[in-house]
């Protein structure tokens, strides 16, 4: 069976900090994978996708990066933590090479604090 | 610009007293439609997708429907167990971008 596993779950970082979330994908090859973002109360904000490794889409432009060393492997990363970053970020991933369309199957999400 | 749109944001519901979600949608051609469940503090639970315009789907006391413009989820004599937030989600053709709603935060009281 697949499964996604993120961290870490939780963490409380300063303003101007580094930052990077991991998320790995076991039992599965070849996946779709996104970060989304949601603000307390608030939808999910898609913010990265990648269709295979080092191929990375962004949909809003900000100062994250995200990066696929590996196949099933993504990182969320950022050089300086502004409070806005500030949110639960969840990793996903669906089914890729050759398949269109499915559910996505997410994370159990890591909640940042920026302060 | 693709849209996803859910009303009410927030639903109050006596357990047992019937009700509906709303998703409408903006897609340049719709290649898929999801719904969600989400706890606090927990990633998404995948409930239902919807591919065509008439299609349903069920499962327990829930029950998705789809048309051209809008989906609905029907919740059927709920429990206080399906309070949770509802996300709708829609696929646009051409591309691996899954676009979310902002959710409707469901409350049943015992």
């Known amino acids: 069976s697949q499964t996604i596993h993120q961290w870490p779950a939780t963490l409380v970082q300063p303003v101007g900090s580094p930052l990077s979330l991991e998320c790995t994908v076991e039992g599965t090859s070849n996946p779709n994978l996104y970060w989304y973002r949601q603000a307390a109360g608030r939808g999910l904000q898609l913010l990265f996708y990648?269709?295979?490794?080092g191929q990375i889409s962004s949909e809003v432009p900000q100062n994250l990066s995200a990066s696929r060393p590996q196949d099933r492997q993504f990182i969320l990363s950022s050089k300086k933590l502004l409070l806005s970053d500030s949110g639960f970020y969840l990793c996903?991933?669906?089914w890729g090479q050759g398949v269109d369309t499915g559910e996505l199957f997410f994370g159990e999400g890591s909640r940042l604090t920026v302060l | 610009e693709d849209q996803v749109t859910q009303s009410p944001e927030a639903l109050r519901l006596q357990e047992g007293e019937s009700s509906s979600l709303n998703c409408s949608y903006t897609?340049?051609?719709?290649?898929?439609l999801f719904w969600y469940r989400q706890d606090p503090g927990k990633g998404p639970e995948f409930l239902f997708t919807?591919?065509?315009a008439g299609e349903e789907k069920e499962k327990e006391r829930l029950k998705a429907t789809l048309t051209k413009k809008e989906s609905f989820l029907h919740i059927t004599a709920p429990k206080p167990e399906d309070s949770a937030t509802y996300l709708c989600a829609v696929q646009a053709g051409g591309t691996y971008k899954y676009i979310f709603g902002t959710g409707t935060r469901l409350k049943v009281l015992a």
């Open positions: 897609v340049s051609g719709l290649r898929g």
């Open positions: 990648s269709v295979g490794i």
């Open positions: 919807l591919y065509s």
């Open positions: 996903a991933w669906i």
